[in-house]
């Protein structure tokens, strides 16, 4: 196996960007998740071996998908019982080039439907999908679900054995099924937009071909559900808050606050899709549901000239709302900031206390960070200080402890 870090680092780039395609099509053809999953390691590994000698190939993931597809051949023409098979993956096989090859476009949704079978739990099924669609490893999904990584560990590997032994297959389901499944695939490809919006670790502030890969499978589904309101709601703020990724980094690939962005490099017509696909939402008449009321806030921001401009005491009205249909802490402190704006810092801090106090959000980079900034702006620069500080420390994010520790050092000058 090679040892060129270069080439180690552009396979994993690679495999950010097309593993989830990979593995879902390979899942499709094999019709088992872990065994899609090994079969395209496989192939990493032997792309670590040949392309240093041959050379990186135009289109990589097409050579992973093909080079995967033979060793699934391979072992099926050991078994000796799966002939049929092997005979229409070695024709399929075949046809493929790099100069034609094109993933067929509903793999990875195949992938999520599966993944968020009724046959496993909501817990399950989100962090499958994370795991196998997001690319995200299994100590950051842990962190988003508040468990020890071992539980985490432990919670795949059983939800890849139940759907192997459901024998579930890897395809869209018939209309029939989709209610079951539906606020699972809707929750997840968020959480896919979530992470590439604000990565939760590594060294960049963004993942921007998650995100957008969520995007893809947000319209897709609209596609499959066209009178889905909170389908379109979702699709409205994916493309809200992605109209803001030309201003949310600057040419350092530092994070830009929301204050400090230039309005003028946001994607308006991506402003326009978001916004017209909430008015269809909206003229469905059955009221706003917690992506619906997202895209509202996202929507306020999106149409201020500055954060000064901005109707905060609307967003804190949609907040409000969005805490009685989906209540959390995360609610619960973003409305804290909402109220911070519109009505001062020290309220803001009320209700970030209170959260504190409840004990919530424990482990998290959160609460401090937002404590920090309100102390901040309330001139209680040692606590500010010491609440940025504490945040860096829980952050797996390099850019945002940076960024944190830069306000913290910011406050003793």
Known sequence: MSSDPDLSRRVAAIWRIEGARIVATLARVVGDLATAEDLAQDAVAEALVQWPRDGIPNNPGAWLTAVAKRRAIDGW?????????????????DEISDAEWQPIDDDVLRLVFAACHPVLS??????LTLKVVGGLDTEAIARLFLVPVPTMQQRIVRAKKALTAARVPFAVPEPAEWPARRGAVLSVIYLIFTEGYAASGGDAVLRTELAHEAVRLGRVVNRLMPREPEALGLSALMELQASRFASRVDASGDAVLLAEQDRRRWDHSAITRGRA????????????GPYQLQAAIALCHAEAPSVDATDWDRIVLLYEM?????PSPVVELNRA?????????????????????????KG?????????????????????????????????NERAAALLRRKAEALGR
């Open 277 to 288: 696909l909430l008015d269809r939402a909206d003229a469905m008449g059955k009221g706003r």
């Open 122 to 127: 909501r817990e399950a099924q989100v962090a």
């Open 77 to 93: 023409r050991r078994q000796r019982n799966l002939d049929e098979k092997y005979r229409l993956m070695g024709a399929d096989l």
């Open 337 to 361: 900031v909402a109220v911070s704006m519109a009505s001062g810092p020290l309220e803001g801090l009320a209700i970030v206390d209170d959260l504190a106090d409840a004990g919530v959000l």
């Open 364 to 396: 998290s980079h959160l609460i401090p960070s937002v404590r920090g900034e309100l102390l901040a702006r309330l001139g209680r620069h040692d606590e500010a200080r010491a609440q940025l500080l504490e945040a860096a420390d829980r952050t797996r």
């Open 322 to 326: 969005l805490g009685r249909v989906a």
